[in-house]
């Protein structure tokens, strides 16, 4: 177990400086020239180019650039082209918001997935079953910018019940769970809509496939409670693909959010990354990046742990 | 059992959540507006919301009032000797936010900042000062031509009269020595101060978070006397329908409306709209080295092909102006008797059949071999793209084949910030009221310009002229001056001016926002004195 968590962290490594890298490559292959974008635009004619591409470090061959950028990321040094700041700092700052988003949506999914998906599959082409295909198919269909625009219509500008800007209100501090509440509830829904049809259809083929396993028929047939056998049998064996989709999904919500931020004034790691891209500001862009390709790997082996509690085959194999 | 404890503890959370949120109209009065960018950082930034948050947190020695008299602020009496060189200001007993005294010291401290080799953004003026220039090459230890007689006086040496001194020291806040001394002002994007500002004007900052919002505090010591309105708060919301729904709501005090959401907010019995010609206008301007943008009268056509009422109609619904004139409606300088290009596609082809140029068998304008061809580079986004189209088929309405490219943020401003950027035509909009209109004008017009530089654009006689201005110290000469510098503007087209969109405001009812703002600078710098009803 122990060799297992130390293999899967070990491939961490190849694997973020492989994305990194990549990232780093696009961005310098990008037109323009981020050194003079970021001179201020009275300066433009008069300004020491020379000078202000040293200061940047912007004057080394390009793999140098990275390597040292790099290196000052992991010792919290690197510092943002555009606020000059720590980019660990602006991370830290995003994070939350990103991760809260990311857990209250990922919970929505799963808490109306599965029974969704349970009552399509155990009345297939059912009145139920043929409406959650149909929900699923919307669901995919809709735009997200569209339906969280819709939904602030509704929910902010008609009914006056919810805020639709911010994720807490101003002057309240830190994360609450008693305070931004009302502020998550239309990004989740935004969010979670955005995969739970997949999730649904995924989660349906799956208890089917469960459902048609001689294992089944012999539960059925040993007396068991047809709760018991859906439950206990069924649900257990067929949730092991359900969970590699959710982390599989996991990067879609954690980079994938920043309409939904830009829709709800959310201050989270997408808008980040998004405005770091528009702006050349290679350290947000490498950190942003990083921190992402981190959370990715860190969800798939969680993922992993998942099925070694689900399936004593692989626990014991 | 497990269900029963669940709904309590959701029952607790739903009862929590209503209470924690603050109930309108509890707690100090506060404006919380919402703004579509937050600055990075307050000293040294060019942004024009760096501009509008220094409104706040900033004081100066003088300002110039709407009428284009300069007024004092931190300076109390502000005298000018005969020659017009020497400058002697007596300040007033102001406060900075941390409680400390303005002191002579602190003017020089902060001039000194701005003149500093290294220090990005220095107000013109400050150059006028005798020992200036020297200082901002870095071949000197002070400024020769400031002097602090006393704690409560400070003596200014001009190279040359320069009447404009007073009227454009009003971009330069006074800020503290003491939190200056320890800035390396090479690295001055990194300096604390930058974001934990400490300033004279009506508030302090309390709170910055990062891309969420700011927040201002009444600051106790201003020498004005306490805000009308002890709070405000900015925050950052990215999306336009998100605003108004925020607004309409109430869950906002102020904030930016749509065209299209205008008519509709009129009938809002809860918002004020205030409507005041736009702090941005649109302009595409060519390549001056290129022959064929080399004849006035090519340039005339593009603008009189130009139907810019129709865009106005079709971008903006209308609601805007075509500008006239580069500099801002609102401005003492700016000549309301000017009359620039208005929509005519036969004056257009006239003057191009003038200038030599024929339509070719496939409808497009050639001389001597050349098709009138170009391409047309913009900024991407919506504004700029609807605009760019249109523009394109003005264009190709006489005869110009006119290809549009639009350029992502980095290479745009990479390409437009070179002299060697190999643009052919540009389109861009302008920011008035960041800098006084003698140094856009300058900057834009003046070959020396950078943005002049950056289009290849020189005229002797437009140098000459802004030159005289600045130097000129009877106002009604000036007057004269700056309405000849225009008609030469508008006569030999640098710029195609477009359109200059409104700025259209909401604010909640129970605020009474003083008279007389004409732009969205004075719409900021009206904050303090919002009344709560």
Do not use: C
Request: glycine share 8%; aromatic share 10%.
């Amino acid at each position: 177990m122990a060799g297992f968590l130390v293999r899967r962290l070990l491939a961490l490594v190849p694997l973020i400086f492989g994305i990194t890298a990549i990232t780093f490559a696009l961005l310098v292959l990008a037109p323009g020239d981020p050194v003079l974008f970021l001179i201020p635009p009275e300066q433009r004619g008069s300004a020491d180019i020379a000078q202000f591409r040293h200061e940047l470090g912007m004057d080394r061959p390009v793999p140098v650039q990275y390597v040292s950028m790099m290196a000052d990321l992991f010792t919290g040094r690197l510092r943002s082209f555009g606020d000059r700041r720590p980019t660990t700092r602006q991370v830290a700052e995003a994070l939350p918001t990103t991760l809260i988003l990311t857990a209250t949506s990922l919970a929505l999914t799963g808490a109306l997935a599965i029974p969704i998906a349970f009552v399509s599959a155990v009345r297939p082409y059912s009145i139920v079953d043929h409406a959650a295909t149909l929900f699923s198919l919307l669901g995919i269909s809709l735009p997200t910018f569209w339906f969280g625009l819709l939904l602030i219509f509704f929910f902010t500008e008609q009914l006056g019940l919810l805020p639709a800007s911010g994720i807490r209100p101003t002057g309240a501090t830190g994360y609450s769970p008693l305070v931004i509440w009302r502020f998550l509830i239309m990004p989740t829904i935004v969010q979670a809509l955005g995969i739970l049809p997949v999730l649904v259809r995924y989660a349906r083929s799956s208890l089917l496939d469960a459902l048609s396993q001689d294992y089944v028929q012999v539960a059925r047939s040993k007396g068991l409670a047809e709760r018991t056998v859906l439950l206990k049998h069924v649900a257990r064996n067929s949730l092991l693909p359900v969970l590699t989709i959710m982390a599989l999904l996991l990067p879609f919500l954690l980079s994938g959010s920043v309409i939904v931020e830009s829709i709800f004034a959310l201050p989270g790691l997408g808008r980040l990354a998004v405005n770091a891209a528009l702006s050349r500001d290679y350290p947000t862009v490498l950190t942003t990046t990083t921190i992402a390709g981190m959370l990715v790997v860190v969800s798939n082996l969680l993922a992993d742990l998942g099925y070694l509690y689900l399936d004593p085959r692989i626990r014991h194999g | 059992m497990g269900r029963r404890v669940g709904a309590v503890v959701l029952a607790v959370l739903l009862a929590a959540g209503m209470g924690v949120l603050p109930a309108r109209g509890q707690g100090p009065a506060q404006a919380v507006i919402a703004i579509w960018g937050l600055p990075i950082r307050i000293l040294g930034s060019s942004e024009a919301v760096t501009g509008y948050v220094s409104l706040l947190l900033n004081d100066s020695l003088t300002a110039v009032d709407p009428q284009g008299n300069v007024v004092g602020r931190l300076a109390a009496q502000y005298p000018v000797s005969p020659d017009g060189k020497t400058y002697l200001v007596t300040l007033r007993e102001a406060k900075f936010s941390d409680g400390t005294p303005v002191t002579a010291q602190d003017v020089k401290a902060s001039y000194e900042l701005y003149l500093h080799p290294k220090y990005p953004t220095t107000p013109p003026a400050l150059l006028e000062i005798a020992g200036g220039p020297e200082y901002k090459a870095g071949k000197g230890s002070s400024v020769t031509g400031i002097t602090v007689v006393n704690p409560r006086t400070i003596r200014f040496i001009l190279n040359r009269p320069y009447p404009f001194f007073y009227e454009q020291i009003g971009t330069a806040p006074i800020l503290p020595a003491k939190a200056l001394a320890g800035i390396d002002v090479a690295r001055l994007q990194e300096a604390p101060f930058t974001r934990k500002p400490i300033g004279a004007g009506p508030y302090r900052l309390t709170d910055w978070r990062e891309r969420e919002s700011i927040t201002f505090d009444a600051s106790p010591g201003y020498w004005g006397g306490a805000p009308a309105l002890p709070r405000v708060v900015l925050k950052l919301i990215p999306e336009d329908a998100t605003v108004l729904a925020e607004l309409r709501a109430g869950n906002i005090d102020a904030g930016r409306i749509l065209p299209e959401a205008y008519r509709s907010f009129q009938r809002d019995a809860q918002v004020n709209v205030l409507r005041v010609p736009g702090d941005t206008f649109y302009w595409f301007a060519p390549n001056f080295r290129l022959p064929m943008f080399q004849d006035v009268r090519v340039r005339q056509a593009m603008a009189y092909a130009i139907n810019r009422q129709e865009m106005l109609r079709a971008l903006y619904l209308g609601l805007g102006t075509v500008p006239q004139s580069p500099i801002h409606p609102s401005l003492w300088q700016f000549d309301k008797s000017i009359k620039g290009y208005t929509y005519d596609p036969a004056k257009a082809k006239q003057l191009l059949a003038e200038a030599g140029w024929t339509l070719g068998p496939d409808g497009i304008l050639q001389k001597g071999g050349q098709r009138f061809k170009f391409k047309y580079g913009f900024l991407a986004g919506k504004e700029y793209q609807n605009q760019a189209l249109l523009v394109q088929q003005y264009l190709r309405a006489i005869g110009m084949d006119v290809d549009v490219e639009a350029h992502e943020r980095g290479d745009f401003f990479g390409r437009y910030f070179s002299p060697t950027g190999n643009i052919e035509v540009v389109g861009i909009a302008w920011f008035n009221l960041l800098f006084p209109p003698q140094t856009e004008l300058e900057d834009n017009f003046k070959s020396t310009g950078s943005g002049a530089r950056v289009i290849g654009y020189s005229n002797p006689e437009l140098d000459k002229l802004l030159d005289e201005a600045i130097l000129t110290r009877d106002r009604a000469r000036q007057k004269a001056l700056y309405s000849q510098i225009q008609h030469l503007i508008i006569q030999d087209v640098p710029h195609v001016l477009t359109i200059r969109p409104d700025v259209i405001w909401g604010v909640r009812k129970r605020f009474a926002l003083p008279s007389g703002i004409d732009s969205l600078r004075g719409f900021f710098g009206s904050v303090p004195r919002w009344a709560v009803r």
